[in-house]
Protein backbone atom coordinates (compact mmCIF):
# COMPACT_ATOMS: atom_id res chain seq x y z
CA UNK A 1 0.00 0.00 0.00
CA UNK A 2 2.59 2.20 0.82
CA UNK A 3 4.59 1.42 -2.07
CA UNK A 4 1.87 2.56 -4.59
CA UNK A 5 1.92 6.08 -4.78
CA UNK A 6 6.05 5.78 -5.06
CA UNK A 7 5.60 3.72 -8.35
CA UNK A 8 2.96 5.99 -9.83
CA UNK A 9 4.82 9.08 -8.36
CA UNK A 10 8.49 7.83 -10.07
CA UNK A 11 6.79 8.80 -13.94
CA UNK A 12 4.82 12.02 -12.54
CA UNK A 13 8.43 13.03 -11.39
CA UNK A 14 9.79 12.43 -14.75
CA UNK A 15 7.13 13.88 -16.83
CA UNK A 16 8.71 17.48 -17.06
CA UNK A 17 11.78 16.49 -17.71
CA UNK A 18 11.37 16.30 -21.97
CA UNK A 19 8.96 18.67 -21.36
CA UNK A 20 11.48 21.15 -20.42
CA UNK A 21 14.08 19.70 -22.94
CA UNK A 22 11.25 20.20 -25.46
CA UNK A 23 11.27 23.73 -24.45
CA UNK A 24 14.42 24.39 -24.36
CA UNK A 25 15.03 22.93 -28.17
CA UNK A 26 12.03 24.43 -29.39
CA UNK A 27 13.95 28.16 -27.94
CA UNK A 28 16.95 27.64 -29.54
CA UNK A 29 15.39 26.61 -32.91
CA UNK A 30 13.49 29.84 -32.68
CA UNK A 31 16.78 31.84 -31.78
CA UNK A 32 18.08 30.20 -34.77
CA UNK A 33 15.42 31.05 -37.10
CA UNK A 34 15.79 34.73 -36.17
CA UNK A 35 19.57 34.68 -36.87
CA UNK A 36 18.82 32.97 -40.05
CA UNK A 37 16.15 35.56 -41.44
CA UNK A 38 19.03 38.20 -39.96
CA UNK A 39 21.90 36.86 -41.92
CA UNK A 40 19.39 36.08 -45.04
CA UNK A 41 18.92 40.24 -44.95
CA UNK A 42 22.58 40.90 -44.64
CA UNK A 43 23.33 37.98 -47.12
CA UNK A 44 20.75 40.07 -49.48
CA UNK A 45 22.77 43.29 -48.97
CA UNK A 46 26.36 41.68 -50.00
CA UNK A 47 24.79 40.19 -52.89
CA UNK A 48 23.68 43.39 -53.63
CA UNK A 49 27.05 45.22 -53.53
CA UNK A 50 28.92 41.85 -55.14
CA UNK A 51 26.30 42.51 -58.17
CA UNK A 52 27.07 46.51 -58.13
CA UNK A 53 30.56 45.67 -57.86
CA UNK A 54 30.21 43.60 -61.17
CA UNK A 55 28.12 46.01 -63.34
CA UNK A 56 30.82 48.81 -62.65
CA UNK A 57 33.36 46.32 -63.59
CA UNK A 58 34.98 46.73 -67.00
CA UNK A 59 34.19 43.84 -69.22
CA UNK A 60 37.32 41.95 -69.84
CA UNK A 61 38.48 41.10 -73.27
CA UNK A 62 39.20 37.49 -73.92
CA UNK A 63 41.44 38.63 -76.53
CA UNK A 64 43.17 40.40 -73.45
CA UNK A 65 43.36 37.33 -71.38
CA UNK A 66 44.64 35.66 -74.16
CA UNK A 67 47.44 37.98 -75.19
CA UNK A 68 48.83 38.08 -70.87
CA UNK A 69 51.94 37.64 -70.76
CA UNK A 70 52.87 37.43 -74.26
CA UNK A 71 55.05 40.17 -75.95
CA UNK A 72 52.89 42.76 -78.42
CA UNK A 73 54.65 42.49 -81.51
CA UNK A 74 53.32 43.64 -84.97
CA UNK A 75 51.97 40.84 -86.73
CA UNK A 76 50.12 39.56 -90.04
CA UNK A 77 46.59 37.93 -89.73
CA UNK A 78 45.85 34.84 -91.57
CA UNK A 79 42.27 34.20 -92.86
CA UNK A 80 42.07 30.69 -94.65
CA UNK A 81 39.55 30.56 -96.96
CA UNK A 82 39.30 26.91 -98.36
CA UNK A 83 37.02 24.86 -100.16
CA UNK A 84 33.75 26.06 -101.98
CA UNK A 85 32.22 29.03 -100.84
CA UNK A 86 28.81 29.48 -99.72
CA UNK A 87 27.07 31.07 -97.25
CA UNK A 88 26.26 28.60 -94.48
CA UNK A 89 23.15 27.65 -93.08
CA UNK A 90 24.71 25.83 -90.54
CA UNK A 91 24.95 27.33 -86.60
CA UNK A 92 28.07 25.65 -85.63
CA UNK A 93 30.93 27.49 -85.76
CA UNK A 94 33.24 25.66 -87.52
CA UNK A 95 31.57 25.39 -90.56
CA UNK A 96 32.44 28.85 -91.62
CA UNK A 97 30.34 30.54 -94.61
CA UNK A 98 31.03 33.58 -95.85
CA UNK A 99 29.76 35.65 -93.23
CA UNK A 100 31.96 34.10 -90.93
CA UNK A 101 35.36 35.08 -93.20
CA UNK A 102 34.04 38.85 -93.43
CA UNK A 103 33.69 38.45 -89.42
CA UNK A 104 36.47 37.30 -89.10
CA UNK A 105 38.37 39.98 -91.75
CA UNK A 106 36.57 42.32 -89.92
CA UNK A 107 37.98 41.45 -86.47
CA UNK A 108 41.84 41.15 -87.81
CA UNK A 109 41.33 44.60 -89.51
CA UNK A 110 40.13 45.77 -86.36
CA UNK A 111 42.77 44.19 -84.57
CA UNK A 112 45.84 47.30 -83.75
CA UNK A 113 48.19 44.32 -83.58
CA UNK A 114 47.64 42.85 -87.52
CA UNK A 115 49.09 44.95 -89.12
CA UNK A 116 48.38 43.06 -92.74
CA UNK A 117 45.86 40.35 -93.82
CA UNK A 118 46.71 37.45 -95.53
CA UNK A 119 43.76 35.17 -97.08
CA UNK A 120 44.75 31.86 -97.87
CA UNK A 121 43.13 30.79 -100.34
CA UNK A 122 42.33 27.15 -101.62
CA UNK A 123 39.40 27.39 -102.86
CA UNK A 124 36.85 26.87 -106.91
CA UNK A 125 35.10 29.30 -105.94
CA UNK A 126 31.55 29.40 -104.86
CA UNK A 127 28.19 31.39 -105.05
CA UNK A 128 27.22 34.79 -106.02
CA UNK A 129 26.27 36.43 -103.79
CA UNK A 130 28.84 34.82 -100.79
CA UNK A 131 31.55 35.44 -102.80
CA UNK A 132 30.81 39.09 -102.92
CA UNK A 133 29.92 39.08 -99.54
CA UNK A 134 33.65 38.46 -98.27
CA UNK A 135 34.47 40.77 -101.86
CA UNK A 136 33.11 43.65 -100.04
CA UNK A 137 34.22 42.83 -96.36
CA UNK A 138 38.00 43.10 -97.63
CA UNK A 139 37.14 46.52 -99.33
CA UNK A 140 35.59 47.81 -96.67
CA UNK A 141 38.04 46.89 -94.49
CA UNK A 142 40.58 48.40 -96.99
CA UNK A 143 39.13 51.60 -97.16
CA UNK A 144 38.55 52.08 -93.01
CA UNK A 145 41.85 50.86 -92.21
CA UNK A 146 44.50 51.28 -95.18
CA UNK A 147 45.91 47.77 -94.36
CA UNK A 148 47.53 45.50 -96.93
CA UNK A 149 45.50 42.59 -98.04
CA UNK A 150 47.97 39.47 -99.49
CA UNK A 151 46.14 36.58 -101.48
CA UNK A 152 47.88 33.76 -101.51
CA UNK A 153 47.14 30.57 -104.20
CA UNK A 154 48.06 26.85 -103.16
CA UNK A 155 46.52 24.53 -105.09
CA UNK A 156 43.14 26.30 -106.74
CA UNK A 157 41.99 29.83 -106.55
CA UNK A 158 39.76 29.86 -109.39
CA UNK A 159 36.49 31.66 -110.34
CA UNK A 160 35.49 32.95 -106.83
CA UNK A 161 38.67 32.22 -105.17
CA UNK A 162 40.00 34.88 -107.85
CA UNK A 163 36.91 37.21 -107.24
CA UNK A 164 38.02 37.61 -103.62
CA UNK A 165 41.79 38.00 -104.05
CA UNK A 166 41.34 40.42 -106.79
CA UNK A 167 40.15 43.19 -104.05
CA UNK A 168 44.24 42.52 -102.49
CA UNK A 169 46.85 44.47 -103.03
CA UNK A 170 49.09 41.67 -103.82
CA UNK A 171 48.47 38.23 -105.16
CA UNK A 172 50.81 35.37 -104.27
CA UNK A 173 50.32 31.87 -106.08
CA UNK A 174 52.40 29.04 -107.08
CA UNK A 175 53.64 28.25 -110.60
CA UNK A 176 51.48 25.48 -110.82
CA UNK A 177 48.49 27.29 -108.89
CA UNK A 178 45.19 26.47 -110.77
CA UNK A 179 43.53 30.00 -111.19
CA UNK A 180 41.54 32.19 -113.23
CA UNK A 181 38.20 30.87 -114.38
CA UNK A 182 36.83 34.30 -114.58
CA UNK A 183 32.97 33.63 -115.26
CA UNK A 184 29.47 32.36 -113.97
CA UNK A 185 27.72 29.54 -114.49
CA UNK A 186 23.76 28.30 -113.90
CA UNK A 187 23.61 24.38 -114.20
CA UNK A 188 20.05 22.64 -114.16
CA UNK A 189 19.96 18.82 -114.44
CA UNK A 190 17.17 17.92 -116.53
CA UNK A 191 15.85 14.48 -115.30
CA UNK A 192 12.57 14.74 -117.97
CA UNK A 193 13.47 11.51 -119.58
CA UNK A 194 14.45 9.46 -116.59
CA UNK A 195 11.03 10.74 -115.01
CA UNK A 196 9.55 9.67 -118.08
CA UNK A 197 10.83 6.26 -117.99
CA UNK A 198 9.59 5.72 -114.68
CA UNK A 199 6.08 7.35 -114.89
CA UNK A 200 6.43 10.36 -113.04
CA UNK A 201 4.88 13.90 -113.95
CA UNK A 202 5.40 16.87 -111.85
CA UNK A 203 3.14 19.36 -112.30
CA UNK A 204 3.41 23.11 -111.30
CA UNK A 205 1.33 25.44 -110.79
CA UNK A 206 2.44 29.18 -111.35
CA UNK A 207 1.73 32.70 -110.58
CA UNK A 208 4.02 33.65 -113.76
CA UNK A 209 5.48 32.37 -116.89
CA UNK A 210 9.14 32.02 -115.24
CA UNK A 211 8.35 31.01 -111.86
CA UNK A 212 9.63 27.38 -111.96
CA UNK A 213 12.88 28.57 -114.08
CA UNK A 214 15.46 26.19 -113.35
CA UNK A 215 12.96 23.22 -112.83
CA UNK A 216 15.13 20.08 -113.10
CA UNK A 217 11.52 18.49 -114.61
CA UNK A 218 11.36 19.56 -118.01
CA UNK A 219 12.97 21.50 -120.69
CA UNK A 220 14.24 25.05 -120.42
CA UNK A 221 12.30 27.65 -122.64
CA UNK A 222 14.21 29.93 -125.08
CA UNK A 223 12.68 32.74 -123.11
CA UNK A 224 14.11 31.35 -119.93
CA UNK A 225 17.56 30.88 -121.29
CA UNK A 226 17.50 34.32 -122.93
CA UNK A 227 17.18 35.49 -119.24
CA UNK A 228 19.07 33.55 -117.22
CA UNK A 229 21.62 34.52 -119.96
CA UNK A 230 20.97 38.40 -119.31
CA UNK A 231 21.23 37.32 -115.55
CA UNK A 232 25.01 35.85 -115.71
CA UNK A 233 25.61 38.29 -118.22
CA UNK A 234 25.10 40.85 -115.53
CA UNK A 235 27.12 39.02 -113.01
CA UNK A 236 30.01 38.28 -115.21
CA UNK A 237 30.21 42.10 -115.78
CA UNK A 238 30.16 42.19 -111.86
CA UNK A 239 32.94 39.68 -112.38
CA UNK A 240 35.17 41.49 -114.86
CA UNK A 241 34.94 45.02 -113.36
CA UNK A 242 35.91 44.05 -109.55
CA UNK A 243 39.08 42.09 -111.77
CA UNK A 244 39.89 45.58 -113.77
CA UNK A 245 39.63 47.88 -110.52
CA UNK A 246 41.55 45.55 -108.19
CA UNK A 247 43.95 44.72 -111.17
CA UNK A 248 43.95 47.97 -112.64
CA UNK A 249 43.49 46.71 -116.05
CA UNK A 250 41.14 48.61 -118.42
CA UNK A 251 37.89 45.98 -118.94
CA UNK A 252 38.56 45.24 -122.60
CA UNK A 253 42.07 43.68 -121.31
CA UNK A 254 40.01 41.84 -118.76
CA UNK A 255 37.55 40.40 -120.86
CA UNK A 256 39.90 38.70 -123.71
CA UNK A 257 41.01 36.84 -120.60
CA UNK A 258 37.47 36.72 -118.54
CA UNK A 259 35.95 33.84 -121.16
CA UNK A 260 35.83 30.85 -118.30
CA UNK A 261 39.69 29.18 -118.95
CA UNK A 262 41.82 28.54 -116.28
CA UNK A 263 45.32 29.41 -116.24
CA UNK A 264 48.47 28.00 -114.33
CA UNK A 265 49.84 30.45 -111.94
CA UNK A 266 52.89 31.09 -113.80
CA UNK A 267 50.90 32.01 -117.16
CA UNK A 268 48.54 34.10 -114.93
CA UNK A 269 51.39 36.25 -113.41
CA UNK A 270 52.30 36.54 -117.50
CA UNK A 271 48.45 38.23 -117.74
CA UNK A 272 49.10 40.27 -115.09
CA UNK A 273 46.36 38.11 -112.71
CA UNK A 274 48.64 37.28 -110.57
CA UNK A 275 51.87 39.47 -108.87
CA UNK A 276 54.89 37.00 -107.98
CA UNK A 277 55.51 33.38 -107.25
CA UNK A 278 56.25 32.12 -104.23
CA UNK A 279 54.30 29.57 -101.46
CA UNK A 280 52.75 30.71 -98.22
CA UNK A 281 56.08 32.26 -96.34
CA UNK A 282 57.00 33.94 -99.30
CA UNK A 283 53.32 35.58 -99.21
CA UNK A 284 53.72 36.50 -95.48
CA UNK A 285 56.97 38.05 -95.97
CA UNK A 286 55.47 40.26 -99.02
CA UNK A 287 52.91 41.29 -96.40
CA UNK A 288 55.04 41.88 -93.63
CA UNK A 289 57.40 43.98 -96.23
CA UNK A 290 53.97 46.09 -97.19
CA UNK A 291 52.84 46.71 -93.58
CA UNK A 292 56.33 47.85 -93.26
CA UNK A 293 57.08 45.03 -90.28
CA UNK A 294 59.75 43.47 -92.32
CA UNK A 295 60.53 39.78 -93.32
CA UNK A 296 58.81 36.99 -91.09
CA UNK A 297 56.73 38.43 -89.84
CA UNK A 298 54.80 37.65 -86.34
CA UNK A 299 51.32 35.22 -87.55
CA UNK A 300 47.90 35.74 -86.12
CA UNK A 301 45.88 32.47 -86.71
CA UNK A 302 42.70 31.13 -85.86
CA UNK A 303 43.24 30.22 -82.30
CA UNK A 304 39.96 27.79 -82.06
CA UNK A 305 41.11 24.66 -80.89
CA UNK A 306 37.60 23.99 -79.44
CA UNK A 307 36.27 24.47 -82.91
CA UNK A 308 38.97 22.79 -84.60
CA UNK A 309 38.00 19.55 -82.26
CA UNK A 310 34.25 20.00 -83.36
CA UNK A 311 35.14 20.22 -86.52
CA UNK A 312 37.11 16.87 -86.60
CA UNK A 313 34.00 14.80 -84.68
CA UNK A 314 31.79 16.45 -86.76
CA UNK A 315 33.52 15.36 -89.99
CA UNK A 316 34.32 11.89 -88.53
CA UNK A 317 30.29 11.84 -87.30
CA UNK A 318 29.19 13.50 -90.76
CA UNK A 319 28.15 9.22 -92.66
CA UNK A 320 25.61 8.77 -89.79
CA UNK A 321 23.57 11.91 -89.93
CA UNK A 322 20.94 12.48 -92.38
CA UNK A 323 22.10 15.79 -92.91
CA UNK A 324 24.96 15.43 -95.44
CA UNK A 325 22.59 13.69 -97.45
CA UNK A 326 19.33 15.89 -97.39
CA UNK A 327 22.11 18.82 -98.17
CA UNK A 328 22.93 16.57 -101.02
CA UNK A 329 18.90 16.24 -102.19
CA UNK A 330 18.01 19.29 -101.65
CA UNK A 331 20.34 21.38 -103.62
CA UNK A 332 19.05 23.54 -105.74
CA UNK A 333 20.87 25.29 -108.82
CA UNK A 334 22.23 28.86 -107.97
CA UNK A 335 24.43 30.76 -110.01
CA UNK A 336 28.13 30.27 -108.97
CA UNK A 337 31.38 32.03 -109.77
CA UNK A 338 33.32 28.51 -109.30
CA UNK A 339 35.16 26.25 -111.51
CA UNK A 340 33.62 22.61 -111.69
CA UNK A 341 36.79 21.23 -112.99
CA UNK A 342 38.60 19.32 -109.44
CA UNK B 1 2.26 20.49 -37.97
CA UNK B 2 4.29 23.61 -37.19
CA UNK B 3 7.97 22.16 -38.64
CA UNK B 4 9.51 23.80 -35.70
CA UNK B 5 7.96 21.64 -34.05
CA UNK B 6 8.07 18.27 -36.05
CA UNK B 7 12.26 19.57 -35.77
CA UNK B 8 11.89 19.75 -31.81
CA UNK B 9 10.63 16.20 -31.84
CA UNK B 10 12.75 14.91 -33.95
CA UNK B 11 16.25 16.48 -32.19
CA UNK B 12 14.32 15.24 -28.85
CA UNK B 13 13.10 11.93 -29.77
CA UNK B 14 15.33 10.97 -33.16
CA UNK B 15 13.62 7.25 -32.41
CA UNK B 16 10.60 8.58 -33.71
CA UNK B 17 11.57 8.44 -36.93
CA UNK B 18 11.95 4.64 -37.05
CA UNK B 19 8.65 4.38 -35.67
CA UNK B 20 5.96 2.61 -36.60
CA UNK B 21 4.36 5.30 -37.70
CA UNK B 22 5.91 8.33 -39.83
CA UNK B 23 6.30 11.46 -37.32
CA UNK B 24 3.79 13.82 -37.79
CA UNK B 25 4.99 16.95 -40.24
CA UNK B 26 7.74 15.15 -41.53
CA UNK B 27 7.27 15.59 -45.29
CA UNK B 28 6.26 19.07 -44.79
CA UNK B 29 9.67 19.61 -42.42
CA UNK B 30 11.65 17.94 -45.21
CA UNK B 31 10.56 19.72 -48.30
CA UNK B 32 11.46 23.01 -45.89
CA UNK B 33 14.44 21.91 -45.56
CA UNK B 34 14.97 21.28 -48.83
CA UNK B 35 13.89 24.93 -49.62
CA UNK B 36 15.84 26.81 -46.54
CA UNK B 37 19.01 24.51 -47.66
CA UNK B 38 19.19 25.41 -51.29
CA UNK B 39 18.18 29.01 -50.46
CA UNK B 40 21.32 29.14 -48.01
CA UNK B 41 22.98 27.66 -50.74
CA UNK B 42 21.97 30.00 -53.38
CA UNK B 43 22.69 33.05 -51.87
CA UNK B 44 26.08 31.67 -50.67
CA UNK B 45 27.01 31.05 -54.06
CA UNK B 46 25.08 34.40 -55.58
CA UNK B 47 28.05 36.06 -53.03
CA UNK B 48 30.72 34.67 -54.73
CA UNK B 49 28.58 35.81 -58.16
CA UNK B 50 28.63 31.95 -59.25
CA UNK B 51 25.16 31.87 -60.11
CA UNK B 52 23.27 33.94 -62.42
CA UNK B 53 20.28 36.22 -60.18
CA UNK B 54 16.55 35.92 -60.63
CA UNK B 55 13.84 33.15 -59.49
CA UNK B 56 14.64 30.68 -62.67
CA UNK B 57 18.04 30.76 -61.72
CA UNK B 58 17.25 29.63 -57.77
CA UNK B 59 14.56 26.86 -59.17
CA UNK B 60 16.75 25.54 -61.34
CA UNK B 61 18.84 25.11 -57.91
CA UNK B 62 16.13 23.80 -56.65
CA UNK B 63 15.08 21.21 -58.87
CA UNK B 64 18.98 20.26 -59.55
CA UNK B 65 18.81 19.94 -55.16
CA UNK B 66 15.81 17.53 -55.06
CA UNK B 67 16.31 15.40 -58.11
CA UNK B 68 19.93 14.87 -56.89
CA UNK B 69 19.06 14.03 -53.05
CA UNK B 70 16.35 11.97 -54.66
CA UNK B 71 18.64 9.81 -56.49
CA UNK B 72 20.95 9.60 -53.68
CA UNK B 73 18.01 8.64 -51.18
CA UNK B 74 17.18 5.81 -53.83
CA UNK B 75 20.67 4.33 -54.86
CA UNK B 76 21.27 4.40 -50.38
CA UNK B 77 17.70 2.63 -50.37
CA UNK B 78 18.69 0.29 -52.83
CA UNK B 79 22.01 -0.28 -51.50
CA UNK B 80 20.51 -1.05 -47.87
CA UNK B 81 18.04 -3.24 -49.51
CA UNK B 82 20.24 -5.31 -51.61
CA UNK B 83 22.40 -5.78 -48.26
CA UNK B 84 19.38 -7.25 -46.25
CA UNK B 85 18.47 -3.79 -44.36
CA UNK B 86 15.07 -3.27 -44.03
CA UNK B 87 13.54 0.85 -43.87
CA UNK B 88 12.04 3.63 -45.05
CA UNK B 89 13.22 5.25 -48.68
CA UNK B 90 10.33 8.11 -48.57
CA UNK B 91 11.19 8.62 -44.81
CA UNK B 92 15.15 8.56 -45.69
CA UNK B 93 14.07 11.60 -48.62
CA UNK B 94 12.59 13.50 -46.13
CA UNK B 95 15.36 13.10 -43.58
CA UNK B 96 18.01 14.24 -45.80
CA UNK B 97 15.59 17.51 -46.37
CA UNK B 98 16.02 18.09 -42.43
CA UNK B 99 19.74 17.36 -42.54
CA UNK B 100 19.91 20.48 -45.45
CA UNK B 101 18.75 22.90 -42.67
CA UNK B 102 22.16 22.65 -41.55
CA UNK B 103 22.85 24.47 -44.72
CA UNK B 104 21.92 27.54 -43.70
CA UNK B 105 25.04 28.11 -41.87
CA UNK B 106 26.45 28.82 -45.29
CA UNK B 107 24.80 32.15 -45.38
CA UNK B 108 27.39 33.33 -42.36
CA UNK B 109 30.03 31.52 -43.61
CA UNK B 110 29.54 33.22 -47.08
CA UNK B 111 29.16 36.56 -45.18
CA UNK B 112 32.75 35.70 -43.50
CA UNK B 113 34.43 34.43 -46.88
CA UNK B 114 32.62 38.28 -48.43
CA UNK B 115 34.59 39.91 -45.82
CA UNK B 116 38.03 38.29 -46.48
CA UNK B 117 38.26 36.19 -43.57
CA UNK B 118 37.57 32.47 -44.98
CA UNK B 119 38.08 30.87 -48.21
CA UNK B 120 34.83 30.19 -50.06
CA UNK B 121 35.61 26.94 -50.35
CA UNK B 122 36.60 25.93 -47.35
CA UNK B 123 33.12 27.47 -46.00
CA UNK B 124 31.38 25.27 -48.99
CA UNK B 125 33.17 21.84 -47.67
CA UNK B 126 32.31 22.69 -44.01
CA UNK B 127 28.84 23.15 -44.84
CA UNK B 128 28.96 19.80 -46.61
CA UNK B 129 30.74 18.22 -44.58
CA UNK B 130 28.41 19.22 -41.59
CA UNK B 131 25.02 17.31 -44.04
CA UNK B 132 27.15 14.42 -44.47
CA UNK B 133 27.48 13.58 -40.63
CA UNK B 134 24.41 14.64 -40.22
CA UNK B 135 23.06 11.97 -42.90
CA UNK B 136 25.44 9.91 -41.26
CA UNK B 137 23.73 10.12 -37.85
CA UNK B 138 20.01 9.67 -39.84
CA UNK B 139 20.93 6.99 -41.62
CA UNK B 140 21.52 5.17 -38.41
CA UNK B 141 18.55 6.07 -37.50
CA UNK B 142 16.47 4.69 -40.31
CA UNK B 143 18.35 1.33 -41.08
CA UNK B 144 19.76 -0.66 -38.21
CA UNK B 145 23.69 -0.29 -39.60
CA UNK B 146 26.82 0.69 -37.83
CA UNK B 147 28.37 3.64 -38.24
CA UNK B 148 30.86 2.53 -41.25
CA UNK B 149 27.65 0.91 -43.28
CA UNK B 150 26.16 4.10 -42.96
CA UNK B 151 29.33 6.41 -43.36
CA UNK B 152 29.69 4.42 -46.89
CA UNK B 153 26.05 4.23 -47.92
CA UNK B 154 26.06 8.23 -47.78
CA UNK B 155 29.26 8.30 -49.84
CA UNK B 156 28.07 5.46 -52.12
CA UNK B 157 26.22 7.53 -54.64
CA UNK B 158 29.18 10.36 -54.82
CA UNK B 159 31.64 7.66 -55.42
CA UNK B 160 29.46 5.92 -58.20
CA UNK B 161 28.73 8.92 -59.83
CA UNK B 162 32.79 10.01 -59.68
CA UNK B 163 33.65 6.21 -61.29
CA UNK B 164 30.88 7.51 -63.81
CA UNK B 165 32.53 10.74 -64.51
CA UNK B 166 36.06 9.61 -64.69
CA UNK B 167 34.78 6.26 -66.99
CA UNK B 168 33.65 9.17 -69.58
CA UNK B 169 36.89 11.10 -69.01
CA UNK B 170 39.08 8.39 -70.06
CA UNK B 171 36.68 7.34 -72.65
CA UNK B 172 36.36 10.44 -73.97
CA UNK B 173 40.41 10.75 -73.69
CA UNK B 174 40.83 7.60 -76.02
CA UNK B 175 38.09 8.45 -78.51
CA UNK B 176 39.71 12.13 -79.17
CA UNK B 177 43.35 10.15 -79.67
CA UNK B 178 41.54 7.85 -81.64
CA UNK B 179 40.02 10.49 -83.83
CA UNK B 180 43.82 12.34 -84.48
CA UNK B 181 45.28 8.89 -85.36
Known amino acids: MEEQPKTEAAPAAEQPKPAQRGGGTAAWLKALVVLYALALVAAGIAIGKADIARKNRKDMDISELSSIGKKKKPAVGVVEIYGAISQGASSRSWERGSGQIAKRIQALSEDKDVKAILLDINSPGGSVGSVQEIYSEIKRAKAATKKPFVARFGEVSASGGYYVASACDLIVAQPGTITGSIGVIFSVSNFDGLMKKVGVKNEAIKSGKFKDIGSPTREMTADERKLLQGLIDDSYEQFVAAVAEGRRMPVEKVKPLADGRIYSGRQARELGLVDRMGDLQDALDAAGELAGIGHNPRVVRESAPFDQLMSLVDSKLQPFGPASMAQKIEAAPSLEYRWYGN | ?181
Open chain 2, 1 to 181: MDPLKTLTALIDRPESLSGADRPEGLGRTGMLGYAVGTLSLFAFMRMQSAVPPGVFSFLAVLLFVLAANFFFAGIIHLFMDLTGVQGSASRLFLAFGCSDLLLALLLPLGLLARGGLLNAFVGLCLGFLLVICARVALVRRLYPVSKNKALLSVWLPYFGLSAVFFSAFIYGLAWSIWLLM
